[in-house]
C-alpha cells in the first residue's frame, strides 16, 4: 500500500500560512468587545467633555515568541491620568468612574479569550 500525503502537506501549509492573519482576528476581536464594555458597563468611559470617548484606539498587533498583543487605550493626552484617577473625583457622566479598561479585563477576561477561540475555530475551520 502506498501512501500519497501531497494533499496532507497542501492543507498543512495552507494551515501554517493562514494561522497567524486568524489569530490577529481573535485578537482584534476582543480587543473591539474590550472598547466597547468600557464605554457601555460600569465604570464606563466618561465622555461629555473631551475626546476620551471617541478616542479609543487598538495598536497594530505585535508579535512575539507564542505571544501576540495588542494595546488598547485612548490617544488623548489626559487618557491616562483620567483612567488612574479616584473614585472620590466629581465624574461628569453616571457611572463612569477610574479604571474604566483594566477593570473590564479583570471582570471579562475569559469573556474576551472565549471571543478569540471562537473566532480562531471558525477561521480554522473556514480552511
Known sequence: ??????????????????????????????????????????????????????????????????????????STPYAARLHQGEESWNWTLAGSGPKWIITKIMAYGKDYLKIQYEVIKKGISAI
Open 1 to 74: 500500500m502506498k501512501l500519497d500525503y501531497r494533499q496532507v502537506e497542501k492543507s498543512l501549509d495552507k494551515l501554517l500560512k493562514s494561522t497567524d492573519k486568524i489569530a490577529v482576528k481573535g485578537v482584534r476581536a476582543a480587543a473591539f468587545k474590550l472598547v466597547e464594555d468600557s464605554k457601555m458597563k460600569k465604570p464606563r468611559a466618561p465622555h461629555l467633555h473631551g475626546h476620551l470617548w471617541t478616542q479609543h484606539i487598538i495598536d497594530a498587533p505585535q508579535f512575539k515568541i507564542n505571544l501576540i498583543s495588542v494595546r488598547v487605550g485612548s
